[in-house]
T-cell receptor, first 114, second 112 residues
Framework: AQTVTQSQPEMSVQEAETVTLSCTYD???????LFWYKQPPSRQMILVIRQEAYKQQNATENRFSVNFQKAAKSFSLKISDSQLGDAAMYFC???????????FGAGTQVVVTP | GAVVSQHPSWVICKSGTSVKIECRSL??????MFWYRQFPKQSLMLMAT?????????EQGVEKDKFLINHASLTLSTLTVTSAHPEDSSFYIC????????FGPGTRLLVL
């Protein structure tokens, strides 16, 4: 069975600074998909970034980028130039298919201080 | 990406009653939808996979007779919590999508 581990319950960052959230996963598959979702206080799940395992290039979306290390089964998220609106719970998720069910990590609460 | 709505957003019911939650895909023909449950301060846990025109697939430990899922069209899946009890109080979220899963805004259920 696949597992997703987020070892940081909470991370604090100052505005305009950079924070990195860690995620590791376990799978025996060679092709799969990894995601970071953001859940603000409204509890609406919002896609932050998506990575296909067969792609070696790390995905980026504006201020968000990932460091995907397939051999190490690591998928960290870097938030650059942090903004107050980035404050939320961030979940790392794994899926064997692009369309399929997601397995989530426990989440990391990001606190942004002025 | 897919736009997903849920109704109701909030529901309070008495113990022993049944509650129906709707999940609609507004711009995407959803042959498959997923239902998750999230308890406070916890992660999302997959409950079941809803398949259009066929039976749902439930995750281990989820009572299929208690959480009835119907997916009669490509735009609508419903989750009915039957004979709800206080321990069923939770946040229920659905998702669908092709390349990526997009989530509904969720339904907060409080059983008194």
């Amino acid at each position: 069975a696949q597992t997703v581990t987020q070892s940081q319950p909470e991370m604090s960052v100052q505005e305009a600074e950079t924070v990195t959230l860690s995620c590791t996963y376990d799978t025996s598959e060679s092709d799969y998909y990894l995601f970071w979702y953001k859940q603000p206080p409204s509890r609406q799940m919002i896609l932050v970034i998506r990575q296909e395992a067969y792609k070696q290039q790390n995905a980026t979306e504006n201020r968000f980028s990932v460091n995907f290390q397939k051999a190490a089964k690591s998928f960290s998220l870097k938030i650059s130039d942090s903004q107050l609106g980035d404050a939320a719970m961030y979940f790392c998720a794994y899926s064997p298919d692009s369309w399929g069910k997601l397995q989530f990590g426990a989440g990391t609460q990001v606190v942004v201080t002025p | 990406g897919a736009v997903v709505s849920q109704h109701p957003s909030w529901v309070i019911c008495k113990s022993g009653t049944s509650v129906k939650i709707e999940c609609r895909s507004l711009d995407f023909q959803a042959t498959t939808m997923f239902w998750y449950r999230q308890f406070p301060k916890q992660s999302l846990m997959l409950m079941a996979t809803s398949n259009e025109g066929s039976k749902a697939t439930y995750e281990q430990g989820v009572e299929k007779d208690k959480f009835l899922i119907n997916h009669a069209s490509l735009t609508l899946s419903t989750l009915t919590v039957t004979s709800a009890h206080p321990e069923d109080s939770s946040f229920y979220i659905c998702s669908t999508g092709k390349e990526t899963q997009y989530f509904g805004p969720g339904t907060r259920l409080l059983v008194l």
